[in-house]
């Protein structure tokens, strides 16, 4: 009996199924099983037609294709070539165990592309499950990116059968191609970047305090808070944030290209990390991902590696911003159904916009508030202390003047975050400061006695929580890497300690 390898979706991650055939005497028939979907069931009709447009036979046998594992719910029309391979192919005496085949069958015998293919093959790369695969020629472009792996490109059911009767012979279509943008290397790791900036930190005039804190959360991946009056540039310096964050590694810009396709976008390979920003009107589901029997991503696995965006953030429900908690702890989120449960990973910088008051002039020097104290605490309350002792950042912006001047460019910007990332990544470390764990604090977060003295002050004083104190360390790491130094001291501690929330 032959087996042929293929996979199908569950979650974000691919799982490996083994297509396997008997053709036995009895009455003619054709069936597939193993917990199949109606698109695998349909392929009965195409791979039928295929067969019989190109001459070849379709066996007069009882014909039974499983898809194994049998619990494991399969969906994709990706399983008509190996379906139709199996059935051609099943006397003859090479194996094909170690071969995963992709592709949707036309009528006429073509093989076409399938928007499942990338995601399904970069799951299977990263957790080296696959080697060599045959899949549409019109595929080999975007897949060409993925690294160790052969692809071998087919256009008609003819070629494939080819490929796997003389598989001792063939070469591949392709190997993987290089993405072109500049990078710089780190020890084995190369580091990708853009130096192209679609909106610049040059167009915001004026709010200095405001641009200092972007780049330190850039630099270190730190949630921020931005609160001011409308038009002061809160929703201009989110927006522009994305174009100077790190450099990307190739498993990063592969993941993000996995999540343009699950999106239902073509993927462009560009060292450019996700941004994010749903409407305070989203459902609970849209924002954290799930469904009734199939647990689907939502945005906040779509903004993994990027930029996680909530403006107008006291009007999202409550529900929704005590739900955000976790991802911002725990960088990853689980969705728990009857039929389903999945983990994705939620590795964000969160950045939140807010007004001051619910009529937003409470900050304005020329407009009187026409809120009264118990709106403005209503407005408040709405974000509890367990969520904003999760904010690194908190900024609150004034109102732009008549005289306030740009000052720095992104290019500029950009600049300072890079040789940071490379200033922490030469003393070993490998992840943001903002995700250090426990130990890496104690390892990477070393302050001189000054610095020492005055975060015990600070603790003392502002009543900081275990989670704070780790926090405006962290953010004390990323201004010492700023201004390159091995040790925090005490001006990057006070800096830090700056934009605690009060």
Request: charged fraction near 25%.
């Amino acid at each position: 009996m032959k087996k042929i390898k293929c996979a199908t979706n569950e979650g974000i991650e691919a799982k490996v199924v083994e297509v396997e055939a008997t053709l036995t005497k009895g009455l003619p028939s054709f069936s597939i099983v193993g917990m199949v979907s109606t698109a695998i069931s349909e392929a009965k009709e195409r791979v039928k037609s295929a067969l019989l447009s190109n001459e070849f036979s379709f066996p007069p046998k009882r014909i039974t294709l499983n898809l194994s594992p049998s619990e494991l719910s399969k969906s994709g029309s990706h399983f008509d070539l190996s379906i139709a391979l199996l059935i051609l192919l099943n006397d003859a005496v090479e194996d094909f165990d170690e071969w995963f085949i992709f592709g949707e069958l036309g009528l006429s015998g073509d093989v076409k592309e399938n928007i499942q293919l990338y995601p399904l093959i970069l799951s299977l790369a990263n957790q080296g499950l696959i080697s060599k695969v045959i899949v549409p020629a019109e595929s080999l472009e975007k897949l060409s990116k993925i690294p160790n792996v052969a692809f071998y490109g087919v256009n008609t059911l003819k070629e494939a059968m080819e490929v796997l009767k003389n598989q001792k012979q063939i070469t591949p279509s392709v190997s993987s191609s290089a993405i072109e943008y500049p990078f710089y290397e780190l020890g084995a790791k190369r580091y990708y970047y853009v130096k192209e900036y679609e909106e610049d930190f040059i167009d915001v005039k004026g709010q200095e305090v405001a641009k200092r804190a972007a780049l330190i959360a850039a630099a270190g991946m730190h949630n921020l808070l931005l609160e001011g009056s409308p038009g002061c540039g809160k929703s201009m310096i989110a927006s522009r944030l994305r174009y100077i964050l790190p450099p990307m590694q190739m498993s990063e810009i592969l993941d993000f290209a996995k999540l343009q396709v699950l999106e239902g976008n073509e993927p462009d390979f560009k060292p450019h990390r996700p941004f994010k920003n749903p409407h305070h009107s989203s459902t609970l589901a849209s924002i954290f991902g799930g469904g009734s029997h199939k647990a689907r991503i939502g945005e906040i696995g779509l903004a993994n590696n990027g930029i996680l965006f909530f403006d107008e953030l006291p009007y999202f429900s409550k529900s929704v911003l005590e739900a955000l908690r976790e991802p911002m702890q725990d960088n990853k989120i689980r969705i728990s159904r009857v039929h389903s449960k999945v983990e994705y990973p939620a590795n964000f910088l969160f950045v939140g916009a807010m007004n001051p008051c619910p009529c937003a002039n409470l900050l304005d020097e020329h407009k009187e508030c026409r809120c009264n104290e118990l709106e403005i605490q209503k407005y408040k309350n709405r974000l509890s202390e367990p969520f904003l002792d999760r904010i690194d950042i908190s900024v609150t912006m004034q109102n732009v003047k008549s005289y306030d001047k740009p000052s720095y460019s992104s290019k500029e910007l950009h600049k300072k975050v890079v040789e940071a990332h490379i200033f922490a990544r030469k003393r070993g470390q490998n992840s943001f400061n903002a995700k250090l764990d426990d130990d890496a604090i104690e390892q990477y977060c070393v302050m001189d006695e000054d610095a020492t003295t005055t975060l015990e002050m600070a603790v003392e004083r502002f009543r900081l929580s275990f989670r704070s104190i780790k926090k405006v360390q962290k953010v004390a790491r990323t201004v010492a890497d700023l201004d390159s130094s091995e040790r925090i001291k005490k001006e990057h501690l006070l800096e830090a300690l700056s934009y605690r929330r009060r």
